[in-house]
């Protein structure tokens, strides 16, 4: 089973940093993404990780320390267009096949 | 190419119905998925597809009935749905192993 755990919701304004939480419980772990999803669109990857440490895409960082459990996603530079829902998820593998579980979202609100 | 391609984009149908959802894929990607999702809610896994077979069902109700003719195609057969069905199905689909998923646009499903 599988067990993850965001914030729902979050507010920032225009130009700041915006760090995002997610911890798990799951069995199998084979790495964790982070998507973004505007309302009435598909989920669009940001960033992923499968080894602890920090990994940078531009204005996107995402953390992981698989010992904890634990996972952050870091906005800087906030724009008006971050405002979104953002989902942690979770590869698991099994013997029965590898699924990407998701979290329930954090709910970002960019105000100018 | 790095895009995943849902038909019809909405489709609005009857109790007694039945109908398919297709999506296709030509990254080479032997993973494939199926997801549920309601509105402000995360993407629920339904199925998982490992190299055209059937590797994971959540406990799909029997009236969702996937199919994977080939390495590029996942159908998804509706047969006697209920208005509670209606959500937004999006089909991903990725490589086996640690890395992302991508998604398609989804099938706005309304069932009347």
Request: a neutral charge; charged letters at 20%.
């Amino acid at each position: 089973g599988q067990n993850i755990d965001q914030p729902t919701e979050m507010t920032a304004t225009e130009g700041a940093i915006v760090q995002i939480n997610c911890t798990y419980q799951t069995s199998g772990f084979n790495g964790l993404f982070w998507y973004q999803q505007h309302a009435g669109e598909a989920p669009t990857f940001l960033s992923y990780n499968v080894l602890d440490g920090l990994e940078e895409k531009g204005r996107f960082s995402s953390f992981l320390s698989r010992s904890k459990g634990y996972s952050y996603l870091l906005l800087k530079e906030l724009q008006m267009k971050d405002s979104a829902s953002y989902l942690c998820a979770v590869r698991e593998s099994g013997q029965a096949g590898t699924a990407l579980i998701f979290g329930k979202g954090t709910t970002l609100s960019v105000s100018s | 190419d790095t895009e995943v391609t849902q038909t019809p984009k909405h489709l609005v149908m009857g109790m007694t119905n039945k109908k398919s959802l297709k999506c296709e894929q030509h990254m080479g990607h032997r993973a494939m998925y199926w997801y549920k999702q309601k509105a402000k809610k995360p993407p629920e896994l339904m199925f998982v597809y490992s190299y055209e077979k059937l590797s994971i069902n959540e406990s799909v109700p029997s009236r969702f009935s996937p199919e994977c003719p080939n390495s590029s195609l996942l159908n998804l057969h509706l047969h006697a749905l209920q208005p509670e069905d209606s959500a937004l199905y999006l089909c991903a689909s990725s490589q086996t192993g640690p890395t992302e998923a991508f998604f398609g646009q989804g099938t706005r499903l309304t069932v009347v």
